[in-house]
Structures are given as structure tokens and as C-alpha cells.
């Protein structure tokens, strides 16, 4: 259980860092996004993977603990409201600077023309 | 229990809450002198409790009367009460500048404004990591939004780049939170630095890099060298009472570092002492070189202004990592005045700006300003105190940091870089200075006139530098007994979890 799971927060790390180093802002979004998962799940684990354990004091010799589930709801709630943020921004952004690219402006012919033969 | 710790918190929050409320949300007048009166009240609540708080010593509160170190505190301590006291202080300046005007071109101005100074005052008592990070997300949600008050190109776009790197950064932030809590099973600050000194052997490399992944999110906030490039464009396309705000949200970060490697990491840690000391060193020093250089380099004077701030947090970062009790106090104190001036200056950059016509404040020959004495002294006073020139706060400052570095070791790296980053922002102020005022190409002066409110703006946070120079005896003494606080931290954890028996 702790490889799969070890392996699931990894792949989706790595995968939410590779879109956030792309140019435009949607791949971004879904990238941060990508990685906020990886995040919480993380979180979730760091009060130890238990299969089984007890959340009330007294019925039991092995319990969860419970703070690590506090934790991630909250980070849960807080990635929630500031990706709904971004969203908007985003959509802003490109009324605003007529193009999608992060940095407002698409980067020059030659790079573009390399990232469309990619 | 001190139910006063709570107020700075939760000041803000009503009035913003009240702003919103139809009476007064309808009436721009009524929005802003709730505001103005209400940040007023913050300053007179922060200094109260900085009162209290040096004559009780440590206290704090326990939300919910969970005791800790299972409950949430807040704690009120020297250090948190003088940037509290910092924080209303500059807030009060940026709000009544705020007030002239500037709040009008964009909706939710004030509530905004008060929901920041929430976030910022709930992370300097915060007396918990992750309760640090909740606040943090408080307070730049609310700058988010402020970021793009007014609207337009510019400010669209630093935004983006200024919301999607905070938001790695809360990554980061929580991944650091996930592997400290897995490994010392506490969040609590003081019950941190209590589990550090037991920690088994066999995690210390997982506590060692969760450290210096929190090293990492708060070097972002501070804008320390390889992470700073996104400081000058933000707050030069900032508006300028937001621009003045943000002033104080570098120093967040410094405030954060100062808190996590002096009480969790501190003297008591065993190996895992002063483990970022050896990177917030030569990135510090590197950090104060470029935003010198970014200041002799800049095209327009708001850009200088962020240059400066980069100098500053430089100068800061690097005097953290001394970590001896003359080196914090002068950190605190320098914190207090770069933070005041650089407000004073955001604010100045707009009112030259506005009466500069087409040419706002790009360092070229545009047509005059209309009122050149006054913007004048109040530029030359300012670059006298940003520049570390005598008789201003900005020389005690300087002259407290190169002291307080007396010793350590590479002092002279210290000094050279201090005195030549001074040199060359002193360069970069006589080149600004004399192109605004003196490079005038012969066109018709502007109509444009400083009001009232704004002239009060500047000249508050400009009387700072008055008063710290005037009662730096008295200051200097405070910084140090909140130094030597700070740097207690046996004495910390004991107030905090009495029942903790004795230490190593």
C-alpha cells in the first residue's frame, strides 16, 4: 500500500510540475491543480497509512489520527477558493492581454514555431 | 487569558464586514472613514498591547481554551507586538492615501484592504505553523485581488505571475507543514522546538529537509535572490497604497524566518542548529549586490522603489543568519524603518507620477512638476533615509547592522557589501532625483495639485524616520528586549507548555 501510494503522490507531482512549466495559463492551472492533489495526499499520509484504525478513544488498540484529516480539509477548502481564483484571472488575463501566454504576450515566431512542430 | 491578543485579529475582520453592509457600502465617504477610523483604532490596540506585553512578558491565548499543545494559540510576544504596531502604522498611511481618491477606481477597495491587515496581523501572533499558513492564505487572497484593483495591462499580468507563484509556494509550504508534523508530531511552535531536541536520529534528514523546504516558501514571500524576480514588477504595477502595503509583506517572510530558525531551529535544536544559516548568508549578501544594481539599472522610479525593498530584505536576511541577539535587535529595528520608508517612497513615486503628465515616472526629461518644493523635500528627505545618510533613521539603522555583524564570521563581506549596496542606491536616488526634478523639457506645467489626505500620508509615515532617529535610545532598548526574548527560547517554551518539566 505505501509504494502505490508513495507512487501516486510522485506521478502526480511530477505531472503538475511539468504542466506548470508550460507557457499558456490553462496547462498552468491544471498543473497547480495536479499538484495540489499530490499535496493533500501527502498530508493525508503523514499521520502514517493505517488500515482500520479507530477514531473514538476506547474501542480499539489502533487508532488514526485524526489531526492529519483536519489538515487536508482545510488545505482542501483553501486550493479550492485560490484555483477558482486563478480560474477567473485567467480568464481576465486573457480578455485583458489578448492571448492565453503566461507572460501576456506570445513568445517570439522561432520559439513558436519549434513548440508547434514538438 | 488575554482576550486583548485577540483584538488586532479581529478589528479588521468587522470593519471589513461592516464596510460591506449596505449604510455605509453605498456612501464612499462613510467606506473610507469607517476604514481610516478603523485602522486608527488598530495602531492604538497594537501599541496597547505592545504596553502590556512588556510589562507581563510572553503571553497567549488559547482559542477555545484548548490548552496546548492540542489547541490552536495565539501568541503575543515583543517581537509580534512591534510588527503589529508596524503594520497598523503603515496601514494607516496607505489607507488615507487610499482615501483621496485612489479607492474609487475599483470596486471593494476598503474591505479588501482591511481583510490583508486580518491575514497580516493573524500571522505575526499565530503561535502555529499551520494556523501561519492559513493566514498567510488570508492575507494574499486579500492581495490578490488588491494587486488588481484598478485594473488595466500591467497589472493583469503581474498578477498571473504573482498568484501562480504563491500558489507553488502554499504547495511547498504544505508539503514542509506534512513532513514536520509526520516526523515531530506537533505543529505548535513552541512544542516544535520542545520535540526537536528529542528527535531521533534516523529522521533528522527528514526534519533537515522539511526545514529547508519552509526555508525555501518564506525566502519566496521575502524575496530572497533566486526567488525575488518577481518582486520588482509586482510592486511597480501595484497601486500606490497597495504598492505601500505590500512594503510590509516582504518583511512577513523575514518575520517568519526570524520565528522558525531562532525558536524551532534555535540554540537548543542539537545538530539541526541554525541549519539555514549557511544559505540565508551568501543569498542574503548576493540579494542586497542585485537589488543595489536593480536600483542603478532602473528605467522608471517605482521599479527603484521595489529595488529598494529588495536591498533592504537583503540587509535583513543576511543579519538573521547571524543569530546573536544584537544582530535580531538590529533587524527589528531596520525592519521597522526600510519598512516605513519604502511605503513613504511607493506614495511619493505616485503623487511625482501624477504630476509628470504623459512621462508619469520614467526617469527621462518630461515636463515639470507642478509643485517642486514639496515634492522635492519630501524626495530628499526620504532618499536621505532610505540611502543610510545621517542624521535620519536610515544611519542608526545601518549603523546598528554593520555593529551587530562585528565578529561574525565574514564580517567583511558584510561591510563591503552594505556599505557599497549604500553607495550605489545613493548613486541611483542623485540620478532619479536630479532627472525628476531638474530634466524639465519646457512644456506647461500640469494641473494636477498633492490634496490634503495624501500629503498627511506621506508626511506620517515620513515622521517615522523623525521619531525613530529622536527615540532611538528608547527604541533601540525595546528591539533588544525583544531580541533577547526572542532568543529565550527555553523561556518560551516553559510559559507556553508549563508541564513540559525540565529541559536539556
Known amino acids: 500500500m505505501e509504494t502505490l501510494f508513495a507512487l501516486c503522490i510522485g506521478f502526480l507531482t511530477a505531472c503538475g510540475v511539468f504542466l506548470m512549466l508550460r507557457g499558456r495559463t490553462f ?59 486563478l480560474v477567473i484571472l485567467a480568464i481576465r488575463a486573457r480578455a485583458d492581454l489578448g492571448n492565453d501566454h503566461v507572460d501576456g504576450s506570445m513568445p517570439a515566431p522561432r520559439h513558436a514555431k519549434r513548440e508547434r512542430t514538438k | 487569558m488575554n482576550h486583548l491578543i485577540l483584538v488586532p485579529i479581529l478589528l479588521p475582520f468587522l470593519t471589513a464586514l461592516l464596510i460591506m453592509l449596505p449604510p455605509i457600502h453605498y456612501s464612499p465617504q462613510r467606506r473610507r472613514w469607517l476604514s481610516m477610523i478603523a485602522t486608527a483604532l488598530l495602531l492604538v490596540v497594537s501599541v496597547v498591547l505592545l504596553l502590556t506585553i512588556q510589562q507581563q512578558g510572553l503571553t497567549f491565548y488559547a482559542l477555545g481554551n484548548w490548552q496546548p499543545p492540542f489547541g490552536i494559540i495565539m501568541v503575543a510576544d515583543l517581537v509580534s507586538c512591534i510588527m503589529l504596531c508596524l503594520t497598523a502604522f503603515l496601514a494607516l498611511g496607505a489607507i488615507s492615501y487610499g482615501s483621496a481618491g485612489e479607492d474609487e477606481k475599483g470596486s471593494f477597495f476598503h474591505p479588501l484592504f482591511q481583510f490583508q491587515l486580518m491575514g497580516i496581523n493573524g500571522a505575526f501572533l499565530t503561535g502555529d505553523l499551520f494556523n501561519l499558513f492559513v493566514f498567510f ?162 528605467q522608471d522610479f517605482r521599479k527603484l522603489v521595489a529595488n529598494l525593498v529588495l536591498v533592504s530584505v537583503g540587509s535583513l536576511v543576511v543579519l538573521v543568519a547571524v543569530q546573536n541577539t544584537a544582530a535580531h535587535a538590529a533587524v527589528l529595528y531596520y525592519t521597522v524603518h526600510s519598512t516605513l520608508i519604502c511605503g513613504a517612497l511607493f506614495l511619493l513615486a505616485d503623487l511625482i507620477a501624477t504630476q509628470r503628465g504623459k512621462a508619469q515616472d520614467r526617469l527621462v526629461a518630461a515636463r515639470r512638476v507642478n509643485q517642486p518644493v514639496l515634492l522635492g523635500t519630501l524626495f530628499v528627505l526620504c532618499a536621505i533615509s532610505v540611502a543610510g545618510l545621517p542624521p535620519l533613521s536610515g544611519f542608526i539603522g545601518k549603523v546598528m547592522l554593520l555593529q551587530a555583524a562585528f565578529g561574525a564570521n565574514g564580517q567583511y563581506w558584510l561591510w563591503a557589501i552594505l556599505l557599497l549596496s549604500s553607495l550605489l542606491v545613493l548613486i541611483g536616488l542623485s540620478r532619479a532625483g536630479s532627472t525628476l526634478f531638474w530634466r524639465v523639457s519646457g512644456m506647461q506645467k500640469a494641473e494636477e495639485r498633492v490634496q490634503p489626505l495624501q500629503l498627511f500620508a506621506v508626511l506620517w509615515l515620513l515622521s517615522a524616520s523623525l521619531l525613530l532617529m529622536v527615540f532611538a535610545g528608547p527604541l533601540t532598548e525595546l528591539s533588544f528586549a525583544a531580541a533577547r526574548q526572542l532568543a529565550d527560547v527555553l523561556g518560551t517554551i516553559q510559559s507556553i507548555l508549563p508541564g513540559s518539566g525540565v529541559l536539556p
Open chain 2, 137 to 298: 492564505e488570508v492575507l494574499l487572497i486579500a492581495s490578490y485581488a488588491l494587486l488588481i484593483h484598478a485594473g488595466g495591462k500591467n497589472k493583469t499580468r503581474a498578477t498571473v505571475h504573482y498568484v501562480i507563484l504563491n500558489l507553488t509556494g502554499s504547495a511547498v509550504f504544505l508539503l514542509a507543514l506534512a513532513i514536520l508534523y509526520g516526523t515531530l508530531g506537533t505543529l505548535n511552535i513552541a512544542d516544535m522546538a520542545l520535540k526537536v531536541t528529542q528527535l531521533p536520529d534516523d529522521n533528522l534528514m527528514l526534519v533537515k529537509a522539511g526545514a529547508l523546504m519552509l526555508l525555501i516558501v518564506f525566502a519566496l514571500k521575502a524575496a530572497i535572490l533566486p526567488l525575488q524576480f518577481w518582486l520588482p514588477a509586482t510592486y511597480a504595477s501595484a497601486s500606490a497604497p497597495v504598492a505601500a502595503l505590500f512594503a510590509v509583506m516582504t518583511k512577513i517572510g523575514v518575520y517568519a524566518l526570524l520565528r522558525v530558525f531562532t525558536t524551532i531551529f534555535g540554540e537548543q535544536a542539537g545538530p539541526l542548529q541554525g541549519l539555514a544559516n549557511s544559505w540565508l548568508w551568501p543569498f542574503g549578501l548576493a540579494t542586497m549586490l542585485l537589488g543595489a544594481i536593480g536600483v542603478l539599472a532602473s
Open chain 1, 27 to 85: 496547462p498552468v492551472v491544471v498543473g497547480l491543480t495536479m499538484l495540489s492533489y499530490a499535496v493533500n495526499l501527502f498530508i493525508f499520509a503523514s499521520g502514517r497509512l493505517n488500515l482500520k484504525g479507530a477514531v473514538v478513544l476506547g474501542t480499539s488498540d489502533n487508532y488514526a489520527d485524526p489531526l492529519p484529516q483536519a489538515l487536508v480539509l482545510t488545505a482542501i477548502v483553501i486550493g479550492f477558493a485560490m484555483t477558482a481564483f
